[in-house]
């Protein structure tokens, strides 16, 4: 598609296109931010700020460090904690000192960990010690060599620290016992660099600055390998995009946001850790999002403008009995992406709040951004917008050709944010890339006379809970390894609370398998949100003539209730 006919719709001010160009790599961006804004709060944590000067100082001391573990440039470094000061520290560091990182969900088992720490051939891991037994599980079958062990009390300094990390361990006990020999505690890892030699390398835009672990149809995960250029590039085209409103925050007040999602997670990434330091902004970490009310407490002590979440996030703060013991009307952006965003929780977030959710779209294989509604806009539509500055969508059919506005095709992504593709899978990145260098997501959808483009369904089997991507073959994989499994499939079904649930359907070889076994079993190997939330026992799967699992058969059908006795109810 040549001409952009969204662009008649763009917000006055949001440009065409930006220039990523403007930094060499994401350590330009960092250290200008470094340099710009020493003064201000970069982070808010547990109710202490955090400078950017501090930042600077700690992550050149940890990057210092790295380099003299004899890490080779371009080396990957696993970083797999939840939302704390030391995330963002890690990733300056990691970039500044030469190295790729590597996002890890804190939450995987051991497997899943495994399995990513191979792919990447990762040498370190920057780990908090909540998880550090996780990774005792794998570490051996893994290339790692070096593990940086933090504390959720780490930078909150003195007494505080000693008391936080006193709950967590003693009171809370949310660190099960581990033995990681050679592991060095986070804050002696950042004492040795304060007085080591730091070489700072040229990084260019090309060079690769994140592997972004994502699935696909085959389920195996993969990473997305996201250079310098695409990351600056989608920092910039959101800066744009918001920039309408985020330009009445009043002078002299810091732009703020609010980072619930977790960094590990591009949204979180890009949209909130960079964009925020790129703007000098201070960005309030919320470790634990799930703890509502906690959330809700820190949030009451704040000023904020920017809240970038997901529907289930919005819709638990919006019926908490505690959301008015927050100031909302600061609020000037709130982004929903990462899952569609239900009619009636944008409904009553505009009428809580005063600020519309605007519902966006993207990929890890996109930096994550493709498409938002104008931040002006105060009517939820359903749609995930128009393409951002510099990006263009084409809807295709089965034979890669554009179809006519109206219909419904493949959505396909260009722009300087797409990935330069998998990590070490060219057989993987020639299945979604098109000759002239479009991505095509899997995402079904149908584009208007405007350029409003709705996502009507997906041609992957990808669940998507909470915003999450779920693989059925992953989890279709761990349970039939399990003994008394002769047959499984997993399929998405609906849900209120996340959007879509797990529904696992199995066929038993041992009669005595039962339900708590495998959940058991799940519980082990799958992290919660790939965990089945029905799980169904049957004869036989549905199949074609061919034997591939009719999987819509297995979402749509609803079986006969079966009495303990075992007796069909229909």
Not at 376 to 400: Q, V
Not at 450 to 455: E, F, K, L, P, Q
Not at 500 to 525: G, I, S, Y
């Amino acid at each position: 598609m040549t001409e952009r006919i969204w662009l008649a719709d763009y917000p006055e001010g949001v440009p065409t296109d930006i220039d990523p160009t403007q930094y060499p790599s994401l350590v330009a961006l960092i250290d200008n931010s470094f340099k710009q804004y020493a003064d201000r709060t970069a982070y808010s944590f547990m109710g202490k700020d955090i400078s950017y000067a501090e930042t600077d100082a700690q992550s050149r001391a940890l990057a210092a460090y790295l380099q003299g573990l004899g890490l080779a440039r371009g080396d990957r470094v696993a970083i797999m904690m939840p939302n704390v000061p030391q995330y963002p520290a890690a990733v300056a560091a990691i970039l500044r000192a030469g190295y790729v990182v590597v996002n890890v969900n804190p939450l995987y088992t051991a497997r899943e960990l495994e399995h990513q720490m191979k792919d990447s051939g990762a040498k370190a891991i920057v780990i908090i010690e909540n998880f550090a037994a996780t990774l005792e599980k794998c570490i051996a079958n893994t290339s790692i060599k070096h593990v940086v062990l933090a504390s959720m009390g780490d930078r909150l300094g003195g007494l505080k620290g000693m008391i936080v990390n006193f709950v967590v361990r003693k009171v809370k006990k949310l660190v099960p016992a581990f033995n990681l020999p050679g592991a060095v505690r986070y804050n002696d890892a950042v004492a040795k660099g304060r007085g080591a030699p730091f070489t700072a390398p040229t990084i260019g835009p090309d060079d690769v600055a994140v592997l972004q672990y994502t699935g696909g149809t085959t389920g195996v995960s993969k990473g997305a390998v996201l250079l310098n250029r695409n990351l600056i590039a989608n920092v910039l085209q959101s800066e744009a995009w918001n920039d309408p409103v985020m330009k009445q925050v009043p002078a002299g007040q810091q732009p703020a946001s609010v980072c619930a999602l977790p960094l590990y997670h591009i949204f979180a990434f890009t949209v909130g850790m960079m964009l925020t330091m790129r703007s000098g902004g201070k960005l309030i970490l919320i470790p634990n999002p799930r703890d509502l009310k906690s959330t809700l407490k820190d949030l009451s002590k704040q000023t904020f403008h920017s809240f970038p979440a997901v529907n289930t996030l919005f819709n638990g703060l919006a019926n908490h009995p505690d959301f008015s013991t927050v100031n909302w009307s600061n609020l000037k952006v709130s982004v929903g992406g990462g899952m569609a965003v239900q009619g009636a929780v944008a409904k009553l977030w505009l009428e809580k709040t005063g600020c519309p959710i605007c519902e966006g779209y993207g990929l890890s294989e996109t930096s994550p951004t493709v498409s938002c509604n104008p931040v002006t806009s105060t009517e939820f539509n359903g749609t995930i917008g128009l393409p951002l500055p510099s990006t263009y969508i084409k809807i295709l059919d089965d034979s890669g050709q554009e179809v006519p506005l109206g219909q419904a095709g493949e959505i396909a992504i260009k722009g300087p944010q797409v990935m330069a593709g998998y990590w070490q899978r060219p057989d993987e990145t020639a299945k979604v890339m098109t000759p002239d260098g479009y991505f095509k997501s899997g995402d079904v959808g149908v584009m208007d006379e405007r350029g409003y483009t709705r996502i009507v369904d997906r041609k992957k089997d990808m669940i998507l809970v909470s915003g999450f991507n779920v693989y059925p073959n992953e989890v279709e994989d761990v349970v039939a390894a399990m003994p008394g499994v002769l047959e499984v499939a997993a399929v998405g079904v609906p849900d209120e609370k996340t959007g879509e649930a797990v529904k696992l359907v199995l066929v038993k070889k041992d009669p005595a398998l039962t339900e708590d076994v495998v959940r058991k079993f799940c519980h082990d190997n799958l992290t919660g949100y790939k965990r089945p939330r029905i799980i169904e026992f049957r004869d036989e799967l549905p199949k074609t003539p061919v034997g591939k699992v009719l999987r819509r058969e297995l979402r749509d059908h609803k079986p006969p209730v079966v009495r303990a006795e075992g007796v069909s109810v229909n």
